[in-house]
C-alpha cells in the first residue's frame, strides 16, 4: 500500500468529519514529489514482478526430455595423439578427466588434450598434419604419478608427472596461430624420446602440460577467437579448455557416422569416432539432428550448452591406428558432397569445410557415465 493511501486512511480515522476533497487537495499539495517517486517505485517493482513471473513460467514449461544415449566417451591425454577410451568422466571447464575413485584416489588423473608436443627452435606445437606418426604415440598413466609413452616400434617411455611447484620450468608455446599459451615442461626424459620418435635425433621436441593450478589461463581474444566470434558469437575465450581448439567438448551422433559410411565407395573401409577425434559419441537421434541441439543433459548433473558446428580438415582423413593419409581424401571428400555451410562467410572462414560434429561448452559440471541418458530441454506450449 502506498503512502498516498496510507494518509487518507489515517486521516479519516482521526477526524471522520473531513471532507475526501479537501483531503486530496491536502494531500496533492504536500505530497506532490513523493508521489512522482512512488509512481516510478511502483512502475519498476510491477516490471520485476512481471519479469520474474515470465522467468518462472518460463521455467515451469521447459522440462528434460530424453532423446539418446551416451555410447563412447574418450580423451586425447597428448593432443593428436592415440585416444584412450573411459567408462565414466568428470566434465570440468577444461573438458573431460578421468574420474577419482578408491583405487586411484592419489593417482595421476588424464585429461583431455593437457599434454602438447613442440618444436624447441620455433616453440610452436607439432601436427599430425605435418607429422601423423604423433597420432600412434599414447600417453597413459603407469601407477601412481608415473607416466608412460608408447609408440609401434619403439622402446616404450616412463617418467613422473609434470611438477606442479613454483620451481617448475615453464614456457610459452604457439598453440595456433597468434595464440601463445603458457606451459609447464615434462623434463629431458620424454622430451629425448620425442626426438627420436618424430625427428630421429636426441633432440629438438620438448613435451609439455597444461596445470590450471600454477599457469595463467588461455586465452586467445584477440586471434582465433576474434576470428571465429565475428560469426559465431557464442564462441569465447572461457570455453576454450586446456589446448582444444574453439571448445572444451566435441560431439557426434552415431547415427550420422552410419550415414557417412553407407556413402563412402564400395571400395573404402569405414571410418571410426577417432577419426573425428571427438569425446562424446551419442546414439538414438536421427542423423545429422545434433546440429540442432542447443543444450543437453548428461545423466543427471552434467549439461553442456552449444557452441557452434564443427567443421573438418585433412586430420579425418589419417588412419588413427596406422598414421597413413587416406589417397583419395576419404571421408573428407564425400563429407564435401553434402556436408558443405551454405553462407560464403562460413565457407570463406573455415576454408571450405565440410560438417560433421558439434563443439559444446560447459555449462554444469557432473560425472558422466557410458550408457547414460541424453536429455534436451523440450518447450511446452
Same mark, same amino acid.
Not at 545429422?288 to 549439461?303: F, K, M, P, S, V
Given at each position: 500500500?502506498?503512502?498516498?493511501?496510507?494518509?487518507?486512511?489515517?486521516?479519516?480515522?482521526?477526524?471522520?468529519? @473531513?471532507?475526501?476533497?479537501?483531503?486530496?487537495?491536502?494531500?496533492?499539495?504536500?505530497?506532490?514529489?513523493?508521489?512522482?517517486?512512488?509512481?516510478?517505485?511502483?512502475?519498476?517493482?510491477?516490471?520485476?514482478?512481471?519479469?520474474?513471473?515470465?522467468?518462472?513460467?518460463?521455467?515451469?514449461?521447459?522440462?528434460?526430455?530424453?532423446?539418446?544415449?551416451? =555410447?563412447?566417451?574418450?580423451?586425447?591425454?597428448?593432443? &593428436?595423439?592415440?585416444?584412450?577410451? @573411459?567408462?565414466? &568422466?568428470?566434465?570440468?571447464?577444461?573438458?573431460?578427466?578421468?574420474?577419482?575413485? =578408491?583405487?586411484?584416489?592419489?593417482?595421476?588423473?588424464?585429461?583431455? %588434450?593437457?599434454? #602438447?608436443?613442440?618444436?624447441?627452435?620455433?616453440?610452436?606445437?607439432?601436427?599430425?598434419?605435418?607429422?601423423?606418426?604423433?597420432?600412434?604415440?599414447?600417453?597413459?598413466?603407469?601407477?601412481?604419478?608415473?607416466?608412460?609413452? +608408447?609408440?609401434?616400434?619403439?622402446?616404450?617411455? *616412463?617418467?613422473? !608427472?609434470?611438477?606442479?611447484?613454483?620451481?617448475?620450468?615453464?614456457?610459452?608455446?604457439?598453440?595456433?596461430?597468434?595464440?601463445?599459451?603458457?606451459?609447464?615442461?615434462?623434463?629431458?626424459?620424454?622430451?629425448?624420446?620425442?626426438?627420436?620418435?618424430?625427428?630421429?635425433? =636426441?633432440?629438438?621436441?620438448?613435451?609439455?602440460?597444461?596445470?590450471?593450478?600454477?599457469?595463467?589461463?588461455?586465452?586467445?581474444?584477440?586471434?582465433?577467437? &576474434?576470428?571465429?566470434?565475428? #560469426?559465431?558469437?557464442?564462441?569465447?575465450?572461457?570455453?576454450?579448455?586446456?589446448?582444444?581448439?574453439? !571448445?572444451?567438448? @566435441?560431439?557426434?551422433?552415431?547415427? !550420422?557416422?552410419?550415414?557417412? $559410411?553407407?556413402?563412402?565407395?564400395? =571400395?573404402?573401409?569405414?571410418?571410426?569416432?577417432?577419426?573425428?577425434?571427438?569425446?562424446?559419441?551419442?546414439?538414438?537421434?536421427?542423423?545429422?539432428?545434433?546440429? *540442432?541441439?542447443?543444450?543437453?543433459?548428461?545423466?543427471?548433473?552434467?549439461?553442456?550448452?552449444?557452441?557452434?558446428?564443427? +567443421? %573438418?580438415?585433412?586430420? +579425418?582423413?589419417?588412419?588413427?591406428? +596406422?598414421?597413413?593419409?587416406?589417397?583419395?581424401?576419404?571421408?573428407?571428400?564425400? @563429407?564435401?558432397?553434402?556436408?558443405?555451410?551454405?553462407?560464403?562467410?562460413? $565457407?570463406?572462414?573455415? $576454408?571450405?569445410?565440410?560438417?560433421?560434429?558439434?563443439?559444446?561448452?560447459?555449462? %554444469?559440471?557432473? #560425472?558422466? %557415465?557410458?550408457?547414460?541418458?541424453?536429455?534436451?530441454?523440450?518447450?511446452?506450449?
Amino acid at each position: 500500500m502506498t503512502a498516498p493511501v496510507l494518509n487518507v486512511l489515517i486521516w479519516k480515522i482521526y477526524d471522520p468529519t @473531513l471532507n475526501l476533497n479537501t483531503v486530496l487537495k491536502q494531500m496533492y499539495r504536500i505530497n506532490l514529489m513523493n508521489s512522482v517517486n512512488v509512481f516510478a517505485a511502483v512502475s519498476l517493482s510491477l516490471t520485476g514482478s512481471i519479469i520474474a513471473y515470465c522467468y518462472v513460467q518460463r521455467r515451469r514449461k521447459a522440462t528434460w526430455k530424453a532423446v539418446g544415449r551416451l =555410447d563412447e566417451i574418450t580423451i586425447y591425454p597428448l593432443k &593428436a595423439g592415440r585416444a584412450v577410451s @573411459l567408462e565414466k &568422466a568428470e566434465c570440468t571447464e577444461f573438458g573431460l578427466r578421468e574420474v577419482y575413485d =578408491d583405487d586411484n584416489a592419489n593417482r595421476f588423473l588424464l585429461r583431455d %588434450r593437457y599434454f #602438447i608436443v613442440y618444436e624447441e627452435e620455433t616453440k610452436n606445437r607439432f601436427s599430425c598434419k605435418i607429422n601423423p606418426i604423433i597420432t600412434k604415440i599414447c600417453l597413459n598413466v603407469k601407477q601412481g604419478n608415473v607416466l608412460r609413452l +608408447t609408440c609401434p616400434d619403439f622402446t616404450d617411455c *616412463e617418467f613422473k !608427472s609434470p611438477s606442479t611447484t613454483s620451481n617448475a620450468v615453464k614456457s610459452r608455446v604457439y598453440i595456433y596461430i597468434n595464440n601463445e599459451s603458457e606451459t609447464v615442461d615434462c623434463g629431458d626424459v620424454p622430451a629425448k624420446w620425442l626426438s627420436q620418435v618424430i625427428l630421429k635425433k =636426441d633432440s629438438g621436441v620438448r613435451l609439455v602440460y597444461y596445470d590450471e593450478q600454477s599457469i595463467e589461463r588461455r586465452h586467445d581474444d584477440r586471434g582465433m577467437v &576474434a576470428m571465429y566470434k565475428s #560469426i559465431f558469437p557464442k564462441i569465447k575465450s572461457d570455453n576454450l579448455g586446456a589446448y582444444a581448439f574453439l !571448445s572444451s567438448f @566435441l560431439l557426434i551422433n552415431q547415427a !550420422s557416422l552410419d550415414d557417412l $559410411n553407407s556413402r563412402l565407395p564400395p =571400395d573404402e573401409q569405414p571410418v571410426k569416432s577417432t577419426n573425428f577425434r571427438t569425446n562424446l559419441v551419442i546414439s538414438g537421434i536421427d542423423p545429422y539432428e545434433e546440429d *540442432e541441439l542447443r543444450g543437453i543433459r548428461i545423466g543427471n548433473d552434467a549439461i553442456l550448452k552449444y557452441i557452434k558446428f564443427c +567443421t %573438418r580438415c585433412v586430420v +579425418t582423413t589419417l588412419n588413427p591406428d +596406422t598414421g597413413v593419409f587416406n589417397p583419395k581424401c576419404e571421408p573428407l571428400e564425400t @563429407l564435401r558432397s553434402y556436408r558443405m555451410p551454405v553462407d560464403d562467410k562460413i $565457407n570463406k572462414l573455415e $576454408n571450405w569445410s565440410p560438417i560433421f560434429g558439434v563443439y559444446f561448452g560447459l555449462q %554444469r559440471p557432473g #560425472i558422466i %557415465r557410458k550408457g547414460d541418458i541424453v536429455y534436451v530441454k523440450e518447450k511446452h506450449k
